[in-house]
């Protein structure tokens, strides 16, 4: 895995928007995995900013929420409204998130995969990580291998998330629909983001610890084409980084 320290959070947003700019200037139609939560939004702040038309781009988010319609302000449709859609010319029907509301959840996961192969795989997908190193929603213990379906929020994960939902945890779901770690290996191309002191630790896990199902983004170990973006205060802890 590479990895590039920014002194500021300003700095990575930046980078991290001019590499997914440049990648749908030279490929208009690119493919983009997209991640919400506090970490990207300075990236999306940049690259609504980008000289790159989105007109022929697909997008895919790694996960929803299970139970919170697209009109929820703490959706994850609304994010993407709020800091992307409503900003550049993506055309909406090329804009997908799973859609937590299905009746029939495990057919919707299989009709999102289907969705992703057909668009011929994803060319990038931004990653930002949690406390406990899972990526989209893929908590410790979840298989490598794991497609897009429905999963269980760990405990620390709802807490983490409950800034979001009034500050109580009883207000965040209990479950969503993820794009799986295997899902995920199969991009062309990995952006994972931390900023933050409180990430410095399980960054230091995920680049230099042992490859284990019990820290999920060490799956990233595996991939061929990684970059890690981190401000200082991420990387504080890395040996052999900073
Ligand atoms: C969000 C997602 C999650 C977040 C992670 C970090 O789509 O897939 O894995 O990236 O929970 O969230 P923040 O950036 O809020 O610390």
Redesign the pocket.
Known sequence: MRVEVFETYTDLSQRTADIVADLVRRRPDAVLGL??????EGFYRALVKADASFRQVRTF???EYVGLPQAHPQS?FSFMNSHLYSHVDLVPANCHIPNGMAVDPDAECRRYEDLIRQAGGLDVVV????LNG????NEPGSPWDARTRRVPLAEN?RQ??ARFFGGSVDGVPSEAL?MGIGTILEARQILLLASGEAKAEIIRRTLEGESDISVPATALQQHPNVTVLLDRAAARVLERTA
């Open positions: 991640p919400t939560g506090s970490t990207p988010n790694l996960d994850y990653l930002g990580i949690g899972h990526i989209g929603f994960t983490a998330n993820t």
